[in-house]
Structure formats: structure tokens, C-alpha cells
């Protein structure tokens, strides 16, 4: 970032052969296929051919991933796994859309822990494992626009953010859930850059209704198999109407709050980014329009420019903001 309604198609109606041979080697690989008689069927989106590296995820998420079910798809043309993977925003590895692929491969993703403190009943540190022991994880296949208007089509692998919060129990003074990232300097060059402008470690934050909203995902997968560190491994928050910034990667905290949390891109420039953050097509950035978007992969020559939707095409949102001036909560 620089500073200054869906159709129902299941996934599994259009799984290639070719995706599902490639889900099946990758099992292979992990020695997890053991043999033609009992090969099961993964309907699960697969990364096509790729020459980049595959994220199996550690051992007691695997299951998890594997059985997950496609429960949000659209007949929208995916965006490629490669781009997926290496054309990232994740600033505790760099500025580059390629720093986060180059430096986060040996990020260290697992043990990890989550703390869960404030306006909860069940707060404490919780190992990962142990907080999605009781949550089913689902594909969702979402679009995904970048408020620097690039836009892209992604499998996740994840769960409702409401499932979670309702197994903690927030108490009623809970009106906003805050979340931050991992502050680790030394695992993330990022933050020990001279030239970082952000005071981290980043953070955001949502109204505890868009929270519970069931498009709100927290997501641990993505093409089928883990998290990549530089997607924001093992655990990071997937707002569909939202520009991305809003979906935090790498969490380690989440509170829950009466009052409205500070946001990373908020602190850093007020006048251009907010709180709200919903795509919106007749609210510009006070630098570039957000009319449009590149749909990528994007070239030159085939820039692929569509036209932006309200709340990217998620207009069930919308009584969430009902009486709201939306240029003024951008
Ligand atoms: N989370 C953290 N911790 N640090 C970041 O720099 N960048 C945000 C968001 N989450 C960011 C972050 C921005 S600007 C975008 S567009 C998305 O992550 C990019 O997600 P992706 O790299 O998986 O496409």
C-alpha cells in the first residue's frame, strides 16, 4: 500500500482432473496416499501445475483441511496460485510485492498462540490447536480487492470468525474486536527497517457486528493446503467487502473492546485510510479512483480492468451501514 451476490457453484463441480491429480501427488509426497484402493476424493480447489512450493501445514491441521467442504464459491475465474502466493502486501517482510514470498519462508508458524483478553468470559493464551479444536473448516472461495485497486479471486481454507467469538463469550460490553499481528523483528526484517513508517505491531479492528457476520472468515489455508507465511500463516482474518488491509495477517491477539480500536493504516494516514475500509465504488482514495480495479494477473498489455462493486459484490452487508454516511466512514 503506498502511503501518502454470489453464485452457488460448488467447487467440486469444477475441480479439473488435472487439480485433482496435483492434490493427489502432493498427498503422495507427504506419504499420506497409501494406495490406489483407498484414494479418496478431494474436492477441494487445487493449485494447477506450479513450480513454487506447496504449504502442507503442520500434522494436526492437516485433517482438518482435508476434510474440509466448499461452502461460498463464484463462478469468477481464479486467480492463479503463483500470484497468490508471491504478489503480496506484508510489510513486516518488506515494501516490495515480492519481499514476503523472498523472506517469510522460514517465518515460524507453529506452536503457535493466540491470546484472547478484555470484554470476554473466556479469555487466557491458547495454543492454536486448541482454539479450532471445536470449529469445522470450510473453502470459501472470495474475491479479494486491495484498496491500491488490484483485486484478485481466492480459495480459502478457514471458519466463521462468529463461531469462534461465540465459543469465548464476550460479555455485553464487548462493541468492537480488536486484532495484532506478531511483533518479532528478528523473524521479520520489516520491522527492524529503518525506513518502516508503521508503528507496529500492526493492528486492526471491526464492529463486533461486522465480526459476526458469517462472510467474516478467520483463515488458516488457502488453494487446499496451509497457510503460506507470506498469506499470513497460521492465522489471519479474511473480510470479503472490506479493502484488504483490513484482513490482518499473522495474529496473535485478539480483544474484544467497548471502544473502537486504532488501525495500522488509520495511524499511518488518517486522511486517506479509516476504520471502515468497505469497497466502495463512488468513494475515491484522495489520490487514485476506486472505480475500477485490475483483476490480476494484469499486464501491460491485457490490464484486465473491471468495474469495482459495492461491498465487492457483497451487498448482503449493506444493513450493517444502514444510515451511515460512507464517505465520511470511509
Ligand atoms: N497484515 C499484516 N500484519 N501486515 C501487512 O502488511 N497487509 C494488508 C493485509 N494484512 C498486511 C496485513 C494488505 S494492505 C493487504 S492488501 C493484504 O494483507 C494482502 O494479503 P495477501 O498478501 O494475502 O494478498
Known sequence: M???????????????ESAYLSRRSLLKGLGLVAGATSMPSYALTQPKSSDLPLYPGPDWLRPKLESAK??????????PYDSVITYNNFYE?????????ERAQNFKTDPWQVE??????????????????????EERIYRFRCVE??????????FSLASLIKQLNPTSNAKYVEFVTLEDPEQMPGQRSLFST???PYREGLRIDEAMHPLTLLAVGVYGQAMPPQNGAPLRLVVPWKYGFKSIKSIVQIRFRETMPQNTWRLT???EYGFYANVNPTVDHPRWSQATERRLPSSLFNPRIIETQMFNGYEEVAPLYAGMDLSKWY
Open 2 to 16: 503506498l502511503i501518502g451476490k454470489s453464485s452457488k457453484i460448488l467447487s467440486s463441480e469444477i475441480t479439473s
Open 70 to 79: 466448499t461452502t461460498w464459491s463464484l463462478d469468477e475465474e481464479l486467480t
Open 93 to 101: 517482510f518488506g515494501l516490495n510485492k515480492e519481499d514476503p514470498y
Open 116 to 137: 484472547i483478553l478484555g470484554e470476554v468470559e473466556r479469555p487466557g493464551i491458547y495454543n492454536l490447536e486448541d482454539l479450532l479444536a471445536k470449529v469445522d473448516i
Open 149 to 158: 485497486a488490484w483485486s484478485m479471486v481466492i480459495p480459502w481454507l478457514g
Open 198 to 200: 508503521i508503528d507496529w
Open 269 to 271: 494516514a488518517s486522511q
